[in-house]
C-alpha cells in the first residue's frame, strides 16, 4: 500500500511510552501531532487527515477504509492477509491466552474490562505480564495525567491510546519542530 505508515515503528522508536491521540477531525490531527503524538486513532472516516498528519492512523471503528496504516481487531475479526498492521485488542486473560494459542500478533492492544469493581488501570496492568517479551503493548484507558502515563511506561506499557485535545500534558514536553 503506497503511503501505509508503520505503527509498530512508530510507537517502537524513541524513548518512553507512546502516546496515540484520538481524534475526529483533520484540525484535532494537527493539532495531536504538534503536541507530541506518535500516532492517532479514529472511528470513522475524516475528510483530509492525510494531508494534516504524517502520523500512522490506527482504525478502532467498524470497516476501516482502505488507508488505515494499523486496525484493531477482535480476534475472530483478524485476517491473516496483506493489508494494515494488526493490532489485537484483548480484554482480559481468557482472550489473551486464546489470542496468543491461534495467533503470533506483534501488537496488542490491552483495554478495561467492562468490570466496574476493578480499576480499568489496574486491569490493563494485570493482563501486561502474559503479553509475551518483544511484542508491543498499547493500552486502552483513560488516563487522567502524567502520572498515569508514567506509571503504564515503567510498567512496560508502550503505547497508550487517549482522547485528543490534551496531548502535551500526557507526553510531559513540547517536542521540537521539525
Excluded: C, Y
Aim: net charge negative; aromatic share 2%.
Amino acid at each position: 500500500m503506497p503511503g501505509l505508515r508503520r505503527l509498530s515503528q512508530s510507537i517502537s522508536e524513541g524513548d518512553g511510552i507512546a502516546i496515540i491521540a484520538r481524534v475526529d477531525d483533520a484540525g484535532a490531527a494537527r493539532d495531536a501531532e504538534a503536541q507530541g503524538a506518535k500516532a492517532l486513532a479514529v472511528a470513522r472516516a475524516i475528510d483530509g487527515i492525510r494531508a494534516a498528519t504524517n502520523l500512522p492512523l490506527l482504525w478502532i471503528g467498524d470497516a476501516p477504509p482502505g488507508d488505515a496504516d494499523a486496525v484493531a481487531l477482535r480476534l475472530e475479526q483478524v485476517d491473516h492477509e496483506d493489508g494494515p498492521e494488526s493490532v489485537v485488542e484483548v480484554r482480559d486473560e481468557e482472550e489473551l491466552s486464546r489470542v496468543l494459542a491461534q495467533l503470533d500478533p506483534e501488537i496488542f492492544l490491552l483495554s478495561a474490562h467492562g468490570d466496574e469493581s476493578v480499576d480499568p488501570l489496574d486491569a490493563v496492568l494485570e493482563l501486561l505480564p502474559d503479553v509475551p517479551a518483544g511484542k508491543l503493548a498499547i493500552a486502552r484507558v483513560d488516563v487522567s495525567g502524567r502520572d498515569e502515563v508514567l506509571a503504564l511506561e515503567r510498567a512496560g506499557i508502550d503505547a497508550v491510546l487517549v482522547s485528543g485535545g490534551r496531548i502535551d500534558e500526557l507526553v510531559g514536553h513540547r517536542p521540537f519542530p521539525v
